[in-house]
């Protein structure tokens, strides 16, 4: 699994995550809008991961430009959860079973049966 960590990252995306969420990004036709990733209190194990696109910014987020073979992929966090994302890593697979992003988060000390948040 390759990863791709820009300087200063907050956690590492793979090259497979990074080339979908570039295609997505593109088909939005916005150059104003970045990659959001937050963790939110909420979820069936105490906190959830969020992903959407956004335009917005506060003082306290970091940006970091994720390179790509075409570019790069910008991506925000906030203060408040870049401490919980500190050396995760984003997937994204595409199968039969499904496809999606998917967080490896080392810091997570349990997950629930959906894997859709953890504590």
Known sequence: MDTTTAPQ???SITDT???KLAAILAEEKDTELRLRVAVRPGGCSGFSYEM?????????D???????A???L???????SAPLLRA???DYSDGLSGSGFKF????AQRTCGCGQSFS
């Open 9 to 11: 990252a907050v956690f």
């Open 17 to 19: 995550a990074a080339t």
């Open 52 to 60: 959407y696109f956004d335009s917005e910014m506060a003082a306290d």
């Open 62 to 68: 970091t940006i970091v430009q994720y390179p790509l």
């Open 70 to 72: 075409t570019g790069t």
């Open 74 to 80: 910008p991506v925000v966090v906030d203060a408040a």
């Open 88 to 90: 995760a890593v984003l």
């Open 104 to 107: 490896t988060n080392p810091n």
